[in-house]
């Protein structure tokens, strides 16, 4: 057992919890070789769902946790209280090096507070950003920061670029990476006193492929693979993605639903429409890590399904193995 990837799953997080994180574990296992899953939550509960599967007992083990933080709750109160939820334990596992990486789809804040104070910063890391790959004509960007930090500096958003461009060289094998800041317009003077005071430091950053500015309109085109910004405008793009791509998906299908002759057309390109959309949904891009950490975070959403569940646990294999967190380290210093 030696040699595999010990990820932590913080069983009760998510509006679907325990099913889908139960499931996604059992089937990340399936699929990889490399892992260990310990699944961190109320034991009876786990267990009970855990018997409807066939699976490696020695790749699942369940730990027991009796508290649940609930999504409502004030985090920095919680993560205090609250010492033997789920979230609390599994974040200990990796502080104590029981466990190489977290997994939760359940209360970001307390995610968020967790992993700064429990995991840790690595030295010389002023911020911990939350990173997704979201979906673009060309294959994904990074959109770094999208809810972590609402009142960054702008030397954090240098960090962000910095800590973007090491994920994406190793995790998404993009060499060079370009990076721009989301702005209203292309022009250097543009944008609001973060992004004019940003500009310039991203400009004149030698460890970095700066392009510019990235209106939010380019960013599905593929504008740039890393999106710079902070947390607030990070986190409106993110839900406005979201929801776009569930409007028009619902949109198509009901276009190709309104006579004979589009459900004939439907049938024709049926299959080929189901490959192009699969592009475009977020459960095949697993969580968002959250980089600058001493061990990995990865926050799913509330919503989860066991497919979005399985690939954040996958994605903590080749982060570990790439050893991203010392990269990041040895970039910033």
């Known amino acids: 057992m030696s040699g595999l990837v010990r990820v932590a799953v913080d069983a009760m997080g998510g509006d679907n919890a325990p099913f889908v994180t139960v499931k996604g574990a059992v089937d990340s296992i ?28 020695e790749k699942i083990e369940v730990v027991d946790a009796t508290e649940v933080i609930d999504m409502a709750e004030p985090p920095v109160m919680a993560i205090r209280k609250k010492k033997d939820s789920s979230i609390v334990k599994a974040m200990y596992m990796v502080n104590h090096g029981e466990a190489d990486a977290y997994v939760s789809a359940g209360s970001t804040g307390a995610t968020l507070v967790g992993g700064q104070v429990i995991v840790g910063r690595l030295k010389g890391v002023d911020r911990a950003p939350l990173a997704p790959l979201i979906p673009t004509e060309k294959g994904n ?28 060289e190793n995790i998404m094998g993009v060499k060079n990476p370009t990076v721009g800041i989301v702005n209203i317009g292309a022009e250097e003077e543009k944008g609001n006193a973060l992004v004019k005071e940003a500009f310039p430091l991203l400009k ?35 839900k406005m993605y979201e929801g776009v791509a569930k409007s028009l998906v619902h949109v198509i299908k009901k276009g190709l639903m309104a006579n004979l002759k589009t459900k004939i057309g439907a049938l024709l390109v049926k299959d080929q429409l189901k490959k192009t959309l699969a592009g475009y949904s977020l459960d095949s891009y697993g969580g968002a890590p959250m980089l600058g950490l001493k061990g990995l975070v990865v926050k799913t959403h509330g919503s989860a399904n066991e497919i979005e569940v399985k690939n954040s646990i996958l994605q903590c294999v080749t982060f570990t193995e790439m050893k991203i967190s010392e990269k990041i380290s040895e970039k910033l210093s």
Not at 30 to 55: P, T
Not at 207 to 230: K, L, T
């Open 30 to 57: 399936k699929e990889s070789d490399s892992l260990k899953v310990f699944l961190v939550g109320k034991k009876d509960v786990v267990e009970s769902e855990l018997s409807k599967y066939d699976y490696d007992k």
């Open 141 to 168: 960007s990074l959109l770094i920061d999208c809810g972590a930090n609402v009142d960054a500096r702008a030397s954090h958003l240098v960090q962000f670029a910095k800590m973007g461009t090491v994920y994406m």
């Open 204 to 238: 004149n950053c030698p460890d970095i492929n700066f392009i510019g500015s990235v209106e939010a309109r380019d960013i599905p085109a593929g504008g740039a693979d890393i999106i710079v910004c902070e947390a607030f405008t990070g986190n409106v793009i993110l």
